[in-house]
């Protein structure tokens, strides 16, 4: 494989924002989970749990309930009065409504999905009719009249009980006419609404319970606690053979370490996310079918997409933050160690650059030419390039004026090799190439979507030679286009598992896609066609812990000198495939470290795969090529993350 | 203010004084006013300043007796002089209008393509009408902004905005939207982190295994990074100086 000086980076300071409110959409078994900041990410339950989607945030937008309408349509309300509907082709957001209640604190839609309803802080519960278009005012509900209030409102109310102020944080209404409240006293309580009065009270926790989600078939329901602890509670017989049933807390889960703001109850799973930024899926034993790894525990902590860029060039990385880009050089080193030493650093990395972003939305992505002398970041509404000067060892900033009118949202940007053109995928479905002159810059060309259908672009490749551009969708296979001239060369098949990282090998032009179900696949662009060694893997299928890891791959990248060698990387492992190497089977281990050298030739040729994997760099949220001999990886270490996060409720444990 | 006719009478002043502010339409009531003033100003008739000469001469008479007629012909002259001023000032308001509506027309015309092109527009813009939303944004922006250019399409007739590039909004519903959320939020801080909560820090949070393992061992953050960053950073500047003079000293 060849030795490689590793640059472990650790001052990427990158922290999530924590989970708001969690809705899960049982038609399309897709999740959708809106953040603090007001970014709203859908995940793909069925395609490995994967982020297929997500839709940038604004310091303006306090989301506090998210819901699915009328099979596919999202809508989220918030604190500043506003009722927004998502456009999920378009990945834009289609309209805000203003909903004149003043901040909006519930929102649920009806089991018909015609209607929506939302409580108001002004007392006022609104019934709006869903059109096609646009969703319209149809009633106004004072604060009494819960007669004509729907089933299972979620509200929030002032209760006053004894001293403290116990505010009620969910309220869940049953077919059966049973109300649970859940409140921060920690108490889960069930009340019958014909009579008013309190049937039963379960105190299950010393703080606040805040999240309730019931089943579809109302026969079990979770709670999720400011403690981090969920509850799964579940209708019970009393005796094996009576029909009479009752309430049970049947399971704890302890998969968070901060408060679970929000829960959601699928037909399978349990799924809840909180302030500590984790989201946590938990398949119930019971109501899962095939009892296979599909059935374990998934945590989604680290981001699905790329946040960081590199110049291999200059030795530049450009963070990606939500409302800022920092440049950082690499240090540098003279020393030289065996392996598994750590070298000492001559010259510190530096902090090179800083740069805050105008407005209120947030970076949705961003970019740095492989020459380092360009930076390119869009948000919602525009785009943004700058040009970088270097002299000795400053660095002067300046803002390209005067961007094209048709580039004001992207959703990926992408420089080709040499620096000379820029590849921006609008979320109108077009791909945009514009070459970049000296100060300035001139449009080439925009390829249009191909259907009539708009399609958002999520991933984009270059070749290193230029000549060709792939594009990945989200449904479609991927397209490749002819660089030179400027039209399409060919399409990728489509495969039932969106693609979550894409490159183009130098020299071969072999272009390798990873999918969100951990399959890779190489494509031959010149003879468009799979190739032999692709064949060859599909022929004998992955081994069975590839296919089990949980996070998907976000990066691959090429040695430019060994055409036989593809680096690729996911949260926790990096993995260097050697097609020249016999493919492992199901028996052979596939983590297998360096064997050391004095062992045999024959235990080396046994254990020896195309496979060679590396779990010592973990959490990677980066790692790339720079040069032959170096490579870079950026980690987040998860206690980093955990130090920045708001405080968590007391646990007093014995003995400390 | 009434005008009275310049009159020297015993007190001038009292006597404007005790006259009513709102205008009488005839003199009756002036001179009614007048009239009523006089006792009054007989009553307040203090010691009289002596700077006035004229005045000893006509401190015995009476004041002046006015006939009717005289007044009433003044009045009359009065009211057609105020109602001449208003229909003049009416005419010429409306003259003024005109012109300025006259102008306005003209510039709309110079402003608005022929209608040739704006007959090619709908018919191009009717088959691809999804395809650019983009440019449609430009143009209203630019219509916004006042530019000075040739070619400017009056958007709303050629084809129907989806999208709307600004939006009015009063000033002071933001301020209110703007207060109730940040009171909202306000709520939900202080429910959750608020007084009363039973809150810890993260690092006390994180060093409960630290303390329970059977070798105990520092807290998670023992270290504080943060602490006297720019002591720090003078300290290392000093050093860096001090190493080149020192430099430069040996050299000598």
Redesign the interface.
């Known amino acids: 494989m060849g030795e490689f000086k590793v640059h472990r980076v650790r001052f990427f300071n990158y922290v999530p924002p924590g989970i708001r409110c969690v809705a899960y959409n049982n038609q399309s078994n897709r999740l959708a989970v809106s953040r603090t900041d007001g970014t709203v990410e859908i995940y793909n339950l069925s395609a490995n749990y994967f982020q297929e989607k997500f839709f940038p945030g604004h310091e303006s937008r306090a989301t506090e309930a998210l819901c699915w309408a009328q099979g596919q349509r999202l809508f989220s309300a918030g604190l500043n009065g506003e009722i927004l509907e998502y456009d999920l082709q378009a990945l834009n957001i289609k309209y805000a409504m203003d909903a004149f209640g003043g901040p909006i604190w519930s929102m649920i839609a009806s089991p018909s999905g015609s209607q929506l309803l939302i409580g108001c802080e002004d007392g006022s519960v609104k019934l709006f009719q869903i059109t096609p278009d646009k969703i319209q005012f149809e009633r106004n509900f004072d604060r009494q009249k819960s007669s004509a209030i729907r089933k299972m409102i979620v509200d929030r109310q002032y209760m006053s009980v004894s001293k403290r102020k116990c505010i009620v944080w969910g309220v869940a209404f049953l077919s059966d006419g049973t109300v649970i409240s859940v409140d921060s006293a920690g108490k889960v309580q069930f009340w019958d609404s014909a009579t008013g009065t309190l049937i039963k009270s379960h105190l299950i926790a010393n703080a606040d319970v805040q999240s309730i989600a019931v089943a579809d078939q109302e026969d079990s329901f979770v709670v999720g606690t400011a403690e981090g602890t969920v509850f799964h509670f579940q209708l019970v017989s009393v005796t094996s053979n009576s029909t009479e049933k009752q309430w049970v807390r049947t399971k704890p889960f302890q998969h968070h370490t901060h408060d679970v703001r929000s829960v959601a109850h699928s037909p399978t799973a349990l799924i809840s996310g909180g302030t500590d930024t984790h989201l946590v899926i938990r398949p119930l034993m019971e109501k899962v079918e095939v009892k296979n790894y599909d059935a374990a525990l998934r945590k989604i902590t680290f981001p699905h997409r790329r946040l960081i860029s590199c110049s291999k060039k200059k030795q530049l990385l450009l963070f990606q933050f939500a409302h800022h880009l920092e440049l950082w050089r690499l240090g540098s080193t003279v020393a030289t160690g065996k392996n598994g030493d750590t070298l000492p650093l001559s010259k510190n990395a530096d902090h090179l650059l800083h740069l805050k972003t105008k407005g209120p939305e947030n970076i949705i992505c961003s970019s740095v030419s492989p020459c380092g002398s360009w930076i390119a970041y869009s948000t919602a509404c525009r785009f943004f390039l700058y040009r970088l000067n270097y002299e000795h060892d400053n660095i002067s900033l300046k803002r390209v004026s005067k961007m094209p009118a048709f580039l004001h949202s992207a959703l990926q940007i992408l420089f080709s090799e040499d620096s000379t053109k820029l590849f921006v995928a609008s979320n109108q479905g077009c791909l945009h190439v514009i070459q970049l002159l000296e100060g300035s810059f001139k449009h080439l060309h925009t390829f249009q979507p191909q259907s009539g259908t708009v399609e958002a672009m999520c991933l984009l490749a270059v070749s290193p030679d230029g000549n060709w551009l792939a594009a990945s969708g989200t449904s479609a296979g991927v397209h490749v286009y002819n660089v030179k001239h400027l039209k399409l060369h060919c399409t990728v098949p489509a495969y039932n598992f969106p693609v979550t990282a894409l490159a183009i090998a130098p020299n071969t032009n072999y272009l390798v896609i990873a999918h969100s179900d951990q399959q890779v696949f190489e494509y031959s662009i010149p003879d468009k066609q799979y190739t032999e060694w692709s064949r060859n893997v599909q022929k004998q299928g992955l081994h069975h812990l590839w296919l089990q890891r949980d996070t998907p791959i976000t990066h691959i990248s090429f040695h430019p000198k060994r055409p036989m060698h593809i680096l690729l990387h996911d949260a926790y492992m990096f993995c260097i495939i050697d097609k020249s190497l016999p493919l492992p089977n199901d028996k052979t281990v596939l983590y297998n470290p360096l064997p050391p050298k004095n062992e045999s030739d024959v235990f080396r040729r046994r254990t020896a795969h195309a496979f060679k994997i590396s779990k010592i760099y973990k959490p990677l949220l980066f790692l790339d090529l720079l040069d032959e001999r170096t490579l870079v990886a950026v980690e987040r270490p998860l206690d980093d993350i955990i130090a920045q996060l708001p405080p968590p409720i007391k646990k007093k444990k014995f003995g400390t | 203010m009434v005008q009275l006719r310049p009159r020297a009478s015993r007190t001038p002043a009292s006597a404007e004084a005790m006259v009513d502010e709102g205008q009488p339409t005839s003199e009756e009531e002036a001179e009614h006013g007048l009239l009523l003033g006089q006792p009054s100003s007989g009553a307040a008739a203090e010691p009289l300043e002596e700077d006035e000469e004229g005045d000893d001469e006509f401190d015995d008479e009476a004041p002046e007796e006015l006939t009717f007629a005289s007044a009433q012909a003044e009045a009359r002259e009065e009211e057609r002089r105020v109602r001449e001023t208003v229909r003049r000032d009416k005419t010429l308001l409306k003259e003024k209008r005109k012109r300025r509506e006259e102008l306005f027309i003209e510039q709309k015309k110079r402003k608005l393509l022929p209608d040739i092109i704006l007959e090619q527009l709908t018919t191009a813009s009717q088959t691809g009408a ?1 395809k ?4 449609l ?2 143009s209203l922006h630019k219509k916004r902004e006042d530019c000075e250019k040739e070619k400017k399409v009056k958007v709303e007739k050629v084809q129907s905005v989806s999208q709307r590039s600004y939006v009015a909004v009063r000033l002071k519903d933001q301020d209110l ?1 703007d207060a ?2 940040q ?3 306000a709520f939900i801080r202080d ?3 608020g007084p ?11 060093s ?1 295994d630290n ?2 393992a059977p070798v105990k061992k520092a807290a ?2 023992f270290l504080n990074n943060a602490w006297g960053v720019q002591k720090k950073q003078n300290a290392k500047r000093f050093k860096r100086r001090w190493m080149v003079r020192r430099m430069k000293a040996s050299k000598k």
């Open positions: 999804k650019s939303p983009g440019k944004k430009v939207r109730r959320q009171a909202a939020k429910s959750l982190y009363g909560t039973n809150r810890t820090t993260v690092n006390k949070f994180l409960l303390k329970r998670a953050q």
